[in-house]
């Protein structure tokens, strides 16, 4: 069964903190997405990651694929108050349509 | 465009009602999903639909029903629900290797 676990589960920082979240898997993907939630909308795709190694840059945020795709990380710089929501990453094996969901990492900036 | 557009917004619904979820996607994209989220947890895929077929289903009870009348449209039908299936769901589509994009969710209550 493939997993994908994220650390931390939940974080409430203060405005201005940086923070990473990491997504983990012992199963290779052929690309992984990142998506932003808030409260009873959908997810929101932020980026997707596709070769190993490869990082993306959005803003503050600053994604990262792992070198042998298993693993990911996403770093937020100068945390703000609308960067609340519950962040989700997602994995793609190549050939199929079955997306493989992380655990969700909530997160809180206060002002 | 990556819009997915999902109707109602909000639905109550009695145990012995019959109901409709339905979903547009105008990205020509070939496959879609539905999926069911409970609060603070990832979403957990129901069903897929590629090529208008149904490709994937994940062991979800006969009372949801899907159906994909052609590549835009997707349903859920839903009858004799039980009070547990109250979540937000969701209906998501992508090609195939590539992201998926997700529609603001219905809300559905079962009293």
């Known amino acids: 069964t493939q997993l994908l676990e994220q650390s931390p589960q939940f974080l409430s920082i203060q405005e201005g903190e940086n923070l990473t979240v990491y997504c983990n898997s012992s199963?290779?993907?052929?690309?992984l997405q990142w998506y932003r939630q808030e409260p009873g909308e959908g997810p929101v795709l932020l980026v997707t990651v596709v070769t190993g190694g490869e990082v993306k840059k959005l803003k503050r945020l600053t994604f990262q694929f792992g070198d042998a795709r298993k693993d990911s990380s996403l770093h937020i710089t100068a945390a703000q108050p609308g960067d609340t929501g519950l962040y989700l990453c997602?994995?793609?094996?190549?050939?199929?349509?079955?997306?493989?969901f992380g655990t969700g990492t909530r997160l809180k900036v206060l002002a | 465009d990556t819009e997915v557009t999902q109707t109602p917004k909000h639905l109550v619904m009695g145990m012995t009602n019959k109901k409709s979820l339905k979903c547009e996607q105008h990205m020509g994209h070939r496959a879609m999903y539905w999926y069911k989220q409970k609060a603070k947890k990832p979403p957990e895929l129901m069903f897929v639909y590629s090529y208008e077929k149904l490709s994937i289903n994940e062991s979800v009870p006969s009372r949801f029903s899907p159906e994909c009348p052609n590549s835009s449209l997707l349903n859920l039908h839903l009858h004799a629900l039980q009070p547990e299936d109250s979540a937000l769901y969701l209906c998501a589509s992508s090609e195939l290797d590539s992201e998926q994009y997700f529609g603001p969710g219905t809300r559905l209550t079962v009293t």
């Open positions: 997602a994995g793609l094996t190549s050939g199929t349509y079955k997306y493989i």
């Open positions: 199963s290779v993907f052929s690309s």
